[in-house]
């Protein structure tokens, strides 16, 4: 089974790194991210589109047209995760971070290769 993580995110355009999250998917085999697109009004939502595109069956995204209450958004990336993916547990947050993602990414692909 595979552990989900949702990510809302708001007019994050300019801190999302496509090679980090490339990356972190390519790398992090039994995670399926929900990115949850909530309202913004830069660029966000085709950045992430374009992402989603190389990784169909591990990463899904969700858009709000209008900006909601992060609960509110996580919880809709709740249930469309439950509903469209075989996970058994899952993880919210309301910030993208790269680094954060980089390092992980960095220790299972040590993990991967011993």
Excluded: P, W
């Amino acid at each position: 089974m595979k552990s989900g993580i949702i990510i809302t995110l708001y007019n994050k355009e300019k801190e999302i790194k496509k090679g980090v999250l490339e990356q972190f998917i390519a790398v992090c085999k039994n995670i399926h991210i929900c990115l949850v697109n909530n309202g913004s009004t830069d660029g966000t939502l085709e950045a992430i589109n374009s992402i989603s595109e190389k990784f169909i069956d591990r990463l899904s995204v969700v858009s709000i047209r209008n900006k909601k209450e992060d609960e509110s958004a996580l919880k809709l990336g709740f249930r469309f995760l439950m509903n469209n993916a075989s996970v058994s547990k899952v993880i919210l947050s309301n910030k993208l971070n790269m680094n954060e993602l980089q390092n992980i990414s960095e220790i299972s692909s040590t993990l991967n290769s011993n």
